[in-house]
T-cell receptor, first 106, second 116 residues
Framework: SQKIEQNSEALNIQEGKTATLTCNYT??????LQWYRQDPGRGPVFLLL?????KEKRKERLKVTFDTTLKQSLFHITASQPADSATYLC?????FGAGTRLTVKP | NAGVTQTPKFRVLKTGQSMTLLCAQD?????MYWYRQDPGMGLRLIHY???????AKGEVPDGYNVSRLKKQNFLLGLESAAPSQTSVYFC???????????????FGPGTRLTVL
């Protein structure tokens, strides 16, 4: 079946470091991948979209890559801050991963 | 602009009861979606609509019905609630984006439904 998987359920890092989250897709080829942030008790909020013909996209401290050979997207937050602590969701063609809960410690 | 709003925020039902969840958006979006979110499973698409008067099934449509009579509203109905439908339900909307591929989705705050 078609799947989007985020390998890490949780990721803990120290403030100032770069957080790297992984998203893999299987049995289909999404035309784009999206990344969302979700805080407890709230709906997801859109962060970035990358299309299959784009290798990399940046927005402020965020960077997303799309590797169609590896069937993978990487999401990076540089110079992480405690305020970046949240669950991050990967999505492709209306399919969502289960999310990775990021905790940034001061 | 209110964005995407959902009514109600919380609801408790008994098995077999029916209810309707209302989603409204004021961004003039063509596309609207209903998802459910369960622990460890992420968001799963129930039904979606690409325009007023049209609906389509998503990944987990069984036990749910939808209607899109007005562009700004998308209703999700449970005709006979079951404990397996206990979940948090999110509505979202978007523009079609390039080549009809869904652009960024704007989500509502969610409805927490418990079926006893």
């Amino acid at each position: 079946s078609q799947k989007i998987e985020q390998n890490s359920e949780a990721l803990n890092i120290q403030e100032g470091k770069t957080a790297t989250l992984t998203c893999n897709y299987t049995n289909y080829s999404p035309a784009y991948l999206q990344w969302y942030r979700q805080d407890p008790g709230r709906g997801p909020v859109f962060l970035l979209l990358i299309r299959e013909n784009e290798k990399e996209k940046r927005k402020e401290r965020l960077k997303v890559t799309f590797d169609t050979t590896l069937k993978q997207s990487l999401f990076h937050i540089t110079a992480s801050q405690p305020a970046d602590s949240a669950t991050y969701l990967c999505a492709g063609d209306m399919r969502f991963g289960a999310g990775t809960r990021l905790t940034v410690k001061p | 602009n209110a964005g995407v709003t959902q009514t109600p925020k919380f609801r408790v039902l008994k098995t077999g009861q029916s209810m309707t969840l209302l989603c409204a958006q004021d961004m003039n979006h063509e596309y609207m979606y209903w998802y459910r979110q369960d622990p460890g499973m992420g968001l799963r698409l129930i039904h979606y609509s690409v325009g007023e008067g049209t609906t389509a099934k998503g990944e987990v449509p069984d036990g749910y019905n939808v209607s899109r009579l007005k562009k700004q509203n998308f209703l999700l109905g449970l005709e006979s609630a079951a404990p397996s439908q206990t979940s948090v339900y999110f509505c979202a909307s978007s523009h079609p984006g390039l080549a009809g591929v869904s652009d960024e989705q704007f989500f509502g705050p969610g409805t927490r439904l418990t079926v006893l």
